[in-house]
């Protein structure tokens, strides 16, 4: 996929408290990459499909998908010189919308929303935001991120309807979890690569261990500590994916503190280990 903002690693290369929204033309990635924010992505012509968190997703024209990009994920078949836009939401507005918390949980987990039916409107209304977007002005800009906030929330409704779930629990928008979970997860992506454990996370965060926790099992569904574990492997994976860097480097600089824990936790999660899941990528 053609895009400037990230770098030849993979990585996001631009603020991962930014907003951003543009049009590319979609083709297949050599590699998986990350980055931190919720994705939207629309189709506007053809289709293409995901490997993301292990599984073959189909994308059709026409319909919004949205997944929490900090999953390593990957375009292997596109139609040629298919348009697509893509929506970039922070984790920490998407974690202050007022959805329902299973919902939430599910996408932070690997879960992957795909639009239930077409709406007719939806390839103009956001192919109007990109033109908007592209002229720069920061009201409207502003104006467009609301909409796209908006947006996200009818899809999840959307979805869950489709699926028969219920939608009654709300979050409720900057709740104490709410800002407690974003501080954490801001913490624990800055220093990841450090030496890490929960009371140390709740003494920067200036919050209880136990009240860090609870309150990162409310918002994500998950603990401090298991997002820790998630995230070093999201990173660890796309360093596989994109440099020669030996395993141990990778190892240590991830925070796993040996090659041994690495193995370890890398094939109890992964069901293979690093390096068959570099070979499987065709890398030496």
């Given at each position: ?15 991962p408290r930014s907003f951003l929204i543009e049009r590319h033309t979609a083709d297949a990635m050599s590699a ?179 009240t860090a926790n609870r309150a990162f099992r409310d918002v994500l569904g998950i603990s401090v500590m298991e ?25 240590l600089d991830c925070g796993f503190g040996s090659s041994s824990r690495f193995y370890d936790i890398f094939k ?17």
């Amino acid at each position: 996929m053609t895009d400037d903002h990230f770098s030849r690693s993979g990585e996001w290369a631009g603020s991962p408290r930014s907003f951003l929204i543009e049009r590319h033309t979609a083709d297949a990635m050599s590699a998986a990459h990350w980055h931190d924010h919720v994705e939207i992505n629309l189709l506007l012509d053809g289709a293409m499909t995901y490997l993301f968190n292990g599984r073959q997703e189909r994308v059709e024209a026409g319909r919004l998908v949205l997944f929490w990009a900090a999953i390593p994920h990957q375009t292997i078949l596109v139609t040629p010189e298919a348009p697509l836009i893509c929506v970039y939401l922070p984790l920490a507005d998407f974690l202050a919308l007022s959805i329902e918390k299973k919902a939430r949980q599910a996408i932070m987990q690997g879960a992957f929303v795909v639009e239930p039916r077409r709406r007719e409107t939806t390839p103009a209304t956001v192919s109007a935001w990109v033109e908007e977007w592209d002229r720069g002005d920061p009201v409207r800009r502003q104006l467009i991120a609301d909409e796209a906030k908006l947006r996200v929330r009818r899809l999840i409704l959307d979805h869950a309807d489709d699926r028969g779930s219920s939608v009654a629990a709300a979050a409720t928008p900057a709740s104490p979890a709410i800002r407690h979970s974003e501080v954490l997860t801001d913490l624990i992506n800055r220093h990841f690569s450090e030496p890490l454990n929960l009371a140390d996370l709740g003494r920067r965060a200036n919050v209880h261990p136990t009240t860090a926790n609870r309150a990162f099992r409310d918002v994500l569904g998950i603990s401090v500590m298991e997002y820790l574990t998630r995230y070093r492997l999201a990173r660890a994976m796309q360093r596989l994916a994109e440099t020669e860097d030996s395993i141990l480097e990778i190892a240590l600089d991830c925070g796993f503190g040996s090659s041994s824990r690495f193995y370890d936790i890398f094939k109890q999660r992964t069901g293979t280990t690093p390096r068959q899941f570099r070979l499987s990528l065709g890398k030496p």
